[in-house]
């Protein structure tokens, strides 16, 4: 079969046989860009993202694409390009947020906003969540654009202001306010993971795209007792008080944590077992995380005095199908006969629906995968963490989580820590991923 033909034939489908970009100077672009602009400090707090706004929308004009910016409150710019499409609707919304959270330079063996690259590593603040996907969808469009690839549909890249806050300043408020702005039939988001150590039991290289995320519960647990010397224990210790609460909620997730889950299910039968590491465990099941305990007179607490009040807070992350109201009045029930003692929700997101993975978005997912990695298994799974993908879900949006870079579990761990960085020979292969997923899914009716 002459390639002559074969161009004729997809050109009487109205698919464009032009040829792919030059791939190895794409890379190359898309770590240079990803270094100026990990270099602009986005910390959340304040989230201030005028410069990384005025940084992407350069870059983006330069390259002939439409861009609007909207400012939810001073500082929070978000920032909308377009690339038009043959008719309205369905349309395919690449999203990434321009946000990091803070980073100790005291801890980090390197200035975490240098961008400096050390032993094939890019570390920064950012590096992994998530300024690179970021430049990955930036660089996806302008090559669609250069290439005079008109889309079926308008894709719409949208780089929002406070993911790391949960969004009412970014993407959340640009769905309650910009929606007609921003809708679509399915979205890319941050999430997946291609990776061997992370998934796999085996080993075997598994891209997982999220399709779920789990819901988020954040409580306080507040326990009054009678103060007093320490020399002289008393029977309402607020501390004591405390200390049964929490033993009585984590024998409760212990006991009643594991949630079944056809996502897990759908895993199993396309990957096989799951590793056992501290990520498969947390989205196998609820979780209970303590994460501060306050108690004590004066500072530092003086060791003779017995407080009264002790607080802890909580972060309860729940599976999708777990019934949220149902969890809440267990937890309540199971405390009501401490004296002194106050359970108190102080965040929870909205419900977290699951997004339909049998669809030509997915089918183009695995099919630019394996163009990349033959052997690879592609599968939907959930992620523990919330992102801004919920929002859209929300509305019925079939968002996926995808994360076209093959890194090890170390490298996912670095997310939010002290040396969080990105394999320099991974831009060139994960931008060609990303690039023929959205150019395959573009080019069709």
């Not at 920032?79 to 321009?98: D, E, F, I, S, T």
């Not at 290289?205 to 010397?229: C, D, M, P, Q, Y």
């Amino acid at each position: 079969m002459s390639k002559a033909w074969l161009a004729a034939f997809f050109i009487s489908l109205g698919v464009s046989a032009a040829a792919e970009p030059d791939f190895k100077s794409l890379g190359q672009r898309a770590l240079a860009l990803s270094q100026d602009y990990i270099r602009i400090n986005s910390v959340n707090p304040p989230a201030d993202t005028r410069a990384t706004a005025a940084f992407l929308q350069k870059l983006l004009e330069s390259e002939g694409i439409q861009v609007k910016t909207f400012e939810s409150s001073p500082g929070h710019l978000n920032v909308l390009a377009r690339l038009p499409g043959k008719q309205p609707g369905k349309r395919l919304l690449m999203l990434n947020h321009m946000d990091v959270v803070p980073a100790d330079a005291s801890r980090w063996p390197m200035d975490p906003f240098a961008a400096q690259i050390k032993d094939g590593m890019l570390y920064g603040r950012g590096a992994i969540d998530m300024k690179t996907t970021g430049i990955f969808q930036v660089l996806t469009l302008i090559a669609l654009k250069k290439e005079g690839l008109v889309p079926e549909h308008d894709i719409l890249l949208l780089c929002s202001a406070d993911e790391e806050s949960g969004g009412d300043q970014g993407a959340q408020w640009m769905i309650a306010h910009h929606w007609p702005e921003i809708e679509c039939e399915y979205a890319l988001d941050e999430g997946g993971f291609g990776t061997r150590d992370l998934l796999s039991a085996k080993g075997s290289l598994i891209f997982g795209v999220s399709v779920a995320e789990k819901k988020i519960v954040w409580a306080r647990l507040i326990a009054t007792g009678t103060s007093g010397h320490a020399s002289q224990p008393v029977a309402d210790n607020a501390n004591d008080r405390l200390r049964e609460g929490l033993n009585r909620l984590d024998g409760m997730m212990r006991k009643d944590g594991g949630v079944k889950s056809r996502l897990l299910d759908d895993f199993h039968k396309r990957a096989g077992a799951l590793a056992d590491n501290k990520f498969t465990r947390a989205i196998q099941r609820d979780t209970l995380s303590i994460t501060s305990l306050r108690s004590g007179v004066g500072d530092p607490p003086k060791v003779n005095v017995i407080p009264s009040k002790a607080e802890a807070t909580l972060d309860f992350r729940l599976m999708p199908e777990t019934d949220l109201p149902a969890f809440l009045k267990r937890a309540q029930k199971l405390l009501a006969d401490i004296p002194g003692l106050t359970f108190e929700v102080t965040h929870s997101t909205d419900p977290t629906p699951v997004s339909d993975y049998r669809t030509p978005l997915f089918e183009c997912i695995e099919k630019a995968v394996h163009q990349e990695h033959a052997q690879a298994v592609v599968t939907p799974y959930l992620v523990p963490f919330g992102t801004d993908s919920n929002g859209l879900r929300q509305k019925g949006v079939k968002a996926y989580g995808l994360g076209t870079a093959v890194v090890d579990a170390a490298i996912v761990a670095s997310m939010h820590s002290d040396a969080e960085r990105m394999p320099v020979d991974q831009f060139e292969p994960a931008l060609r991923i990303y690039y023929r997923a959205v150019a395959d899914f573009a080019r069709r009716p």
